[in-house]
């Protein structure tokens, strides 16, 4: 049976790319495969076995800063250059040891999406842990932000829209990314006290990247207010709080009624936190964000308003549960037309790669950290609270598409003994394949420049 | 598909070498002369501040009485800047700026803002990249806009530093790009191949003429791959001064070509201080010693070309004149620029200084704003590129007839 067009992108644009014979194997009903994807006890994702928990994180992060601090006392106590060299290595040496279980990190949750037999299911996880950005760019964080993936997103992903965020805004990576767990109401106990005042950041971000987007209808006095309500939410380092890793510390909390989009929250500690959260959630503004930034990323950069219409209708209507919203988006024709009209991301780039080839257990953890620096795309670095851009134009300028055709290559030296580069051409894009592209793989001096070309192609760097 | 790989000495001679082939000979019969004489001598650059720079802090109003008051906690001592004139300082670590300043070189202006009065980060980036009135209502960059005023002289004649083109220079007119990487471009075979395999693909098939033309100038003299490999491939870090002295190094050799490109975009992020942003050391301190460390290398090594190069440095918005709750400062609206080169007519802050006591901050939270940034784009783009005020205002900055572009920042 000769694949479909349409099961070259249930794998490629919906998947994560094409392994050995899915071309074959899904031919027959690729929506199928794609709804089937959709059952929580299907994703079970074994893989994540002996990720820290976010707690476990906390737990360490907790252990490290006292370290660091016991040993800069010790450090600054002594007067012995010797004993201030082993304070200072101890130090590096925690700060290696972090970065070191980042790479581990970074490296199991890429083989577990390479690895997965639901790879629509990790693409929608990636999709997420995107829209609710954490960074290492606040290093804190580098401990945290697989932990973030694990506890906030995961479990949430074919939940409800409203469960994600609040999960998101209760982590400690999003925490310490967005400056709220030392946000202190100016008028409370420990506000007073310390001397200490508001940080916006994190109220800002979540109305105007999480929830309502941009243009959602909100001011500056909203932000102040919704800063407010945010102030006790933190991290909880003394580990007081429920096992989850988020404490509300009432002494920290701003006093008094807020009043934030036109509603009053009254004095209610933690409660007028939930209480915002779910209003944003519910909040036409959130449906229409949300379905275009989907619609976004499963269709075309500049998405057509019908299927942006559609999905926002399938939000709302269902009040934010997920898998609905997954159906409805498998259901439009409109992501069904154009098999290449979005490139890859660098990420995707890597992973169909890794996909393609089943060779990321024979790649050190560092390598795999190394492609994705190599492309600018290193996971949970992204510069910004906005998260990568899924556009084109963010992606591919001159240098952008040197580094993948060097990526290619660095595939193809390491894995041209085993495959034949036709073969290989056919399971990865045999569907949509070109005549340039054929001719290229075909006519190539070696099998190395062939599946070097066969991975630089328009087919394998687009879905 | 028109446009094929770009045809200076160095490619040619890389890619003639293998028209051994009939199928390699087959493939060129499309090659065409590009980086002919450039349209104009004349050197402009763009550094974007992402993140909204403090500009309170960069250029510190000293004399502003309410300054130490203002700024509770977080303004400059009175060590921690040099004076340019009796009002305004410059943060130490702006000392390449400083010392430009007293020669004549370098202008800072002060109250400046984009037209945008909101302050998500993401739109008022659009904005000042744009060129637009509102987010979203362009699709392309006025930088872009600029170079298609050249007609068909304006492709090849820009340069984005970095993996891809900011918004500030994407639209029609074709842009290089620029980054130091390790490898270089692949061998001649495989450059045509390529050319060939793109051949439909017309974002790819760009991205490939950009990269042969661009690398064709810069990888001679940078001790190739292993030169720039210690620079961290993509050079994206440009906050760390040893990357953006080198990177910016080989910015200046690239555009002391005599047929390479004459304007170009550098970013660098890390503006966003909301918490311990610091005073003489700290995060802010460290991003300015970055950015002023690209000031000198692009001076140094611009070389004679520096007396027709102008440097514009502008963030999408500033930052709130009080510290917030945790010893930084969250969005804000008017900031600084800087405007430096030997085409600059130096030596003065530009501001109508709107105070920061009483009833004068915006929104009784912000440094107000009072001079438009696009009067200082317009006057670069008419004063210094030589494009015509008109076109200009027709096609660059669209509706912007009624905001003068400043007078005497430019050389005469």
Known sequence: MVASQSTFIAVTRFGLGAKQGDFLNLSSDPRGWLESQLNPQFVQNQTLNGMPSTMDAVQQMRQDAQMKKQAKQDAAATMDEGSKEKFASMIKEANQEMSQDYVRQVAQLTRASVDSPAPFFERLVQFWRNHFTVSITKEQDRILVAAFERDAIRPNVLGNFHDMLHASTRHPAMQIYLDNFHSFGPNSPAGQRQDKGLNENLAREIMELHTLGVSGGYTQNDVTEFAKILTGWTIDAQGQGDGSGFFFAQRQHEPGSKTLLGVTYNEDGVNEGEQALRAFAENPSTAKFIATKLARHFIADDPPASAVAKLQAAFSKNNGDLVPLYRTLISLKEAWEDPLAKIKTPNDFILSLLRATNVADNIEDKKIVGMYNMLNQRPFSASSPAGWSDKASDWIGAEALLQRIDLARFFARAIHTQYDPAGLLESTIGPVASEDTRFAVTRAGSAQEAITLLFSSPEFQRR | ?412
């Open chain 2, 1 to 412: 598909m028109k446009s094929i790989i770009k045809d200076t000495t160095l490619s040619r001679r890389k890619l003639l070498k293998g028209v051994g082939c009939l199928a390699a000979a087959t493939m060129f019969s499309g090659i065409r002369v590009a980086f002919a004489s450039a349209p104009v001598d004349e050197r402009f650059i763009f550094i974007i501040l992402r993140g909204a720079m403090d500009g309170l802090n960069a250029i510190p109003p000293y004399g502003d009485t309410s300054y130490q008051t203002a700024r509770n906690g977080i303004a400059l001592g009175s060590s921690d800047y040099q004076p340019l004139d009796n009002f305004f300082g410059a943060h130490n670590n702006l000392a390449s700026f400083a010392g430009m300043f007293k020669t004549g070189e370098a202008l800072a202006i002060q109250a400046v803002a984009t037209p945008y009065r909101e302050r998500s980060h993401f739109d008022a980036q659009n904005v000042l990249e744009s060129g637009g009135v509102q987010p979203h209502i362009i699709n392309d960059g006025w930088l872009n806009r600029a170079l298609a005023l050249y007609g068909s002289q304006g492709d090849s004649l820009g340069l984005a530093v970095g993996q891809t083109i900011p918004l500030a220079l994407q639209g029609k007119v074709g842009v290089g790009t620029w980054a130091p990487s390790a490898q270089g471009l692949p061998d001649d075979t495989m450059l045509m191949a390529l050319d060939r395999l793109y051949q439909h693909d017309t974002l790819l098939h760009t991205a490939l003429a950009q990269a042969v033309g661009v690398h064709s100038i810069a990888d001679g003299d940078l001790g190739g791959a292993d030169g720039m490999k210690k620079m961290g491939g993509g050079g994206k870090n440009l906050q760390n001064k040893e990357v953006m002295e080198q990177t910016v190094q080989a910015v200046g050799k690239i555009l002391s070509d005599p047929k390479g490109p004459r304007i170009a975009t550098i970013e660098i992020g890390g503006w966003d201080t909301h918490a311990q942003q610091g005073t003489d050391k700290g995060p802010l301190a460290n991003n300015l010693a970055a950015l002023d460390t690209g000031f000198g290398a692009l001076r140094d090594s611009l070389g004679e070309h520096w007396k027709k190069t102008v440097v514009l440095a502008a963030t999408e918005f500033g930052r709130t004149v009080a510290q917030n709750g945790t010893s930084g400062t969250d969005h804000g609206t008017a900031s600084c620029a800087f405007l430096l080169g030997g085409a600059v007519n130096g030596g003065k802050v530009v501001a109508q200084w709107p105070g920061l006591g009483g009833n004068n901050l915006y929104q009784n939270r912000d440094l107000a704003p009072t001079i438009d940034l696009r009067q200082v784009a317009k006057a670069v783009l008419i004063n210094h590129l030589q494009l015509d005020q008109t076109m200009v205002e027709k096609n660059v900055f669209l509706g912007s007839s009624d905001l003068r572009p400043i007078e005497g920042l430019i050389r005469a």
